[in-house]
């Protein structure tokens, strides 16, 4: 029986994907125990600490399918760890050679780097699909690079901009993540072997040799001191996370904004019932975004947990460790959701140029009024243009006309500036700035990715 969205047969493909279920499915987890344990052995092996045979022993006859799963659950559940029951298990299946199982190792050396090869596997898929967004976003970008819309601020018309400079803003954050996934590698993939208080007093003055051949086999970073206490590298990764899935609610929250009634600037790409309503056929809910944006408040949650489990007690810790058992799954799982339901939105964003452009003119020209008080500037000094145009667009607001009228009833406007110049300055369309060049800025970003 499923208890969670993550498992749930309903909800589970909503709040992740089977790609990531796998990474972090329970039998992954074993064989990146087990994968840790071979890789010990060889690695041992090479240091002259355990015979070679022995070694190849391990390697050949460990196999999750050897396994009695029921009994290791139920040590699992006596011993509070997964590793000694394992290892029980591991020693009788591999014979003789089975006396060399988990030599010099400690629990937490085990699950940390079966973690960290987790991990590993969990930011690809992160790092192709953050790749897949910022293709998608560059195209965006790039074909709407001159379509004018309303900018807003505080909810209001703000300045007229285009929705390519929006979606050029939306890639900047996605460029920046692309960055941070590559620069945290050598903090975040770092393996674990120091055996019972991290100094590795078990194996002698052949300790440090045996952690960096381990490394060398699963091609992990040699870590600078042992971690058991120190979980900077994994909170990292999941406060990653949260920038990237923080990110994506951004996105996700802009759209949903944009496919108000109100507004109808842009929609999530239309299949048949996909954000129906129960009781009002006409709905067209923006359910990609919605699942966005609770994953961003999903993994906020698990990256602080990771934040507050970093707070450990002397050389190991008691109760935070575990706490990352729950975080670390449930944070891979909602961002590789998010970035699933983002390829899926930006893929096919049914945008309405027609209705941006329509909703720019709504205020007939006041979202322009910086640009006719620049315009005036020249002529009148800008704080009495601005008082200017302020008095205009409140003639605007009451009576109800556009700000050109408006302007037009003005002696003091109409003298210094003509009739075809006014039109030209209340035109939204031609007060763009610079946000056409800002696209063109991001599209040539060193590493930017085009459609």
């Known amino acids: 029986m499923s208890t969670t969205v993550f498992d749930s047969v309903l909800f589970r493909d909503m709040f992740g994907t089977a790609e990531m279920r796998n990474v972090f499915s329970d039998q992954a987890l074993i064989e990146r125990y087990i994968e840790v344990e071979v890789a010990l052995a060889r690695a041992q092996a090479r240091c002259g600490v355990i015979p070679a045979a022995a070694a190849e022993e391990i390697a050949a006859r460990s196999r999750f399918e050897a396994l009695d799963l029921a009994l290791m659950q139920h040590e699992t559940e006596i011993v509070g760890y997964p590793i000694l ?26 699950m940390d780097t079966a973690v960290v090869l987790q991990v590993r596997a969990a930011l690809a898929l992160v790092e192709r699909d953050v790749q897949a967004v910022r293709g998608l976003l560059a195209g965006l970008a790039e074909r709407y690079r001159d379509t004018p819309m309303a900018g807003r601020t505080h909810l209001q018309h703000a300045l007229p901009i285009t929705f390519g400079y929006k979606c050029a803003v939306w890639l900047s954050m996605f460029d920046r993540h692309a960055e941070r996934l590559v620069e945290m590698r050598k903090r975040v993939l770092v393996g674990q072997f120091a055996g019972a208080a991290g100094t590795l007093a078990s194996l002698g003055d052949k300790g440090l040799e045996v952690q960096e051949a381990l490394m060398e086999e699963l091609d992990l970073h040699v870590p600078q001191a042992t971690w058991h206490v120190a979980r900077d590298g994994l909170a990292e990764a999941l406060n990653v996370l949260a920038l990237i899935t923080g990110s994506l609610g951004k996105v996700a929250l802009d759209v949903m904004m944009m496919m108000t009634s109100e507004l109808g600037e842009a929609y999530e790409p239309f299949v048949k019932g996909r954000g129906a309503s ?11 975004c919605e699942l966005m944006y609770a994953a961003a408040k999903g993994v906020r949650q698990q990256a602080g947990l990771m934040l507050d489990a970093m707070i450990q007690d002397f050389e190991r810790s ?37 209705r941006m452009r329509q909703n720019l003119d709504m205020t007939r020209g006041l979202i322009v009024a910086e640009a006719v008080m620049m315009g005036l500037a020249p002529e009148l000094g800008r704080q009495v243009a601005h008082d200017v145009v302020y008095e205009a667009c409140r003639v605007a607001n009451d009576e109800n006309v556009s700000l050109l009228d408006a302007l037009l009833r003005r002696s003091d406007v109409s003298d210094r500036l003509g009739r075809a110049e006014l039109e030209r300055l209340t035109d939204p369309a031609n007060y763009l700035g610079l946000a056409p060049e800002m696209v063109d800025r991001a599209l040539a970003r060193p590493g930017s990715v085009r459609r």
């Open 85 to 110: 029951p394992l290892v029980e298990q591991l020693s009788k299946i591999c014979g003789e050679a089975g006396r060399y199982v988990h030599w010099g190792a400690t629990t937490q050396d085990i």
């Open 278 to 288: 129960s009781t009002m056929p006409q709905k067209r809910n923006p359910i990609s």
């Open 318 to 354: 008691t109760g935070p460790w575990q706490a990352e058992w729950v975080a670390i799954p449930e944070a891979f799982a909602l961002t590789g959701a998010s970035l699933y339901q983002a390829k899926f939105m930006l893929g096919g964003l049914d945008v309405r140029t027609e």
